[in-house]
Nanobody, 118 residues
Framework: QVQLVESGGGLVQPGGSLRLSCTAS????????MGWYRQAPGKQRELVAT????????NYAEAVKGRFTISSDNTKNTVDLQMNSLKPEDTAVYYC???????????WGQGTQVTVSS
């Protein structure tokens, strides 16, 4: 139904920055939520940030507040994640996520690797 493609991952030193981008294609509901999750080796997938299409309401994991910023462009069906002051514990595969407000089905991108290391 909805295809998500991420880009922007890579290797960065602690304190550095990266910007992740996600483009959605297919049948996009007017009312939806998009965001980013991440999964580190040996850990469960966790929410990083989300944003709603209706009002642009954002939600951030406590661990990234003040460092990460999520944004979206409804006309382009894109969502970005600006990551600043990166820490080694931010190392993970980051997944783009989409869900229509009136549908419980989750849609996931293939993921992009972010590695924070000296």
């Amino acid at each position: 139904q909805v295809q998500l493609v991420e880009s922007g991952g890579g290797l960065v030193q602690p304190g550095g920055s990266l910007r992740l981008s996600c483009t959605a294609s297919g049948i996009i509901a007017r009312s939806n939520t998009m965001g980013w999750y991440r999964q580190a080796p040996g850990k469960q997938r966790e929410l990083v940030a989300t944003i709603t299409s209706s009002r642009g309401s954002t939600n951030y994991a406590e661990a990234v507040k003040g460092r990460f910023t999520i944004s979206s462009d409804n006309t382009k069906n894109t969502v970005d994640l600006q990551m600043n002051s990166l820490k080694p514990e931010d190392t993970a595969v980051y997944y783009c996520w989409y869900r229509a407000t009136f549908d419980l089905r989750n849609n996931w991108g293939q993921g992009t690797q972010v590695t924070v290391s000296s």
